[in-house]
């Protein structure tokens, strides 16, 4: 099944109240979209994560100029020798970044083709579900004005608690003083031993301030400390690890089978978090799921993007058995972003819902969604339509 077109859109919005992150503000959301349609006029859809501070044209442009001309006029049905191509190909200037976010979205998009192909989910595809739904936990917490936003934070904590979320994700890494005032806040408005908290630097720290942290977060029982340093700081990842009582996670910025192998052989995470949209695409992930089983470490994907990103993190949720097997296992959670974007839902036709503490895994063929192209036209920057006759 021969790949014909491979289009690109770029889609923005701008933020009305930009909120920040410890790594700077977030004043747009933003993210790279692919459509590759097929000689049988099957089309799938991927999306390239795009980080809170990258521009989404950066692997825009690696798709337009480097992978398309790759994957145009190939079998649409071999996405993992395709993965190859692409990765082969940009081996010399890629690895991390852009171009990996770039390689999976036209990798989710090829998973999309071929589980409509075959009409079955792509879950299916990967081996089958472990589960029909997952918990989600809410991911916000941003920050308004920077230091100084706990009482506003532990309002937010109550506003999650009551929109029916039993587990919080709480940025943190605005000085170790502000974050342990923001955590006392939270835990004392929600006053609940029930309801999971996690917590997220985004690497705002070197190890001894990520030590401190960590041992003054240790009564608070967490699911895990995310990024607590830098992702190039193996190093330190690893001493943390060793030195804190609670779980390290991390890899949402690390890459390819490659990058988390690295991770792994140093010990230096609990729980990874490889992004569907980054990490390059499905058939990185499951290199990723099968390293880390036979680790002994939990796979918990990253996802921030779009409800098309949120659909693939979905189908790969499904296919994550629990890693360390036992009658009441801890599963896998869904990561859903509460925080402001004008258009992530409405990219799909049926946006995700939250019932009764459970958010549904999609059984329909591929990525299980429908795009709503009037969101992409109104919210697109930029679109390019590349074609095989156009390659001749």
Known sequence: MKITHVEVFVVKA???TPFAFSQGWVHQRAATLVRITTESGLQGWGEAFAQGLEPPEIAASAIEHALAPVVLGKDALGPAVLWQAMYNQTRDHGRKGSVMSAISAVDIALWDICGQHRAVPIHSLLGGAFRE?????????????????????ATEAIAYRDAG????????????????????????ALNDPQIELMVDTNHAYGRRDAMKLGHALADYDLRWYEEPVIPEDIASYTALRTSLNVPIAGGENEHSAFGFNNLFQAQALDVAQPDIGSCGGFTAARDILGMAQANGIMVNPHVWGTAIAQAASLQFIATIPVAHHSLFGTEPILEYDVSSHPFRQDLIAEPWAVRDGRVAIPCRPGLGIKINMDTVGQYQTHHVNLSQSAKD
Do not use: C, H, N, W
Not at 167 to 175: C, D, H, S, V
């Open 165 to 188: 979320f039993s587990a919080m994700k709480i940025k943190l890494g605005f000085g170790v003083r502000d974050d342990l005032a923001v955590m006392e806040a939270v835990a004392a």
């Open 14 to 16: 701008a933020l009305e």
């Open 133 to 153: 739904s997952v918990q989600p936990y809410a991911t916000g917490f941003y920050r308004l004005k920077g230091q100084g936003e706990a009482d506003r934070l």
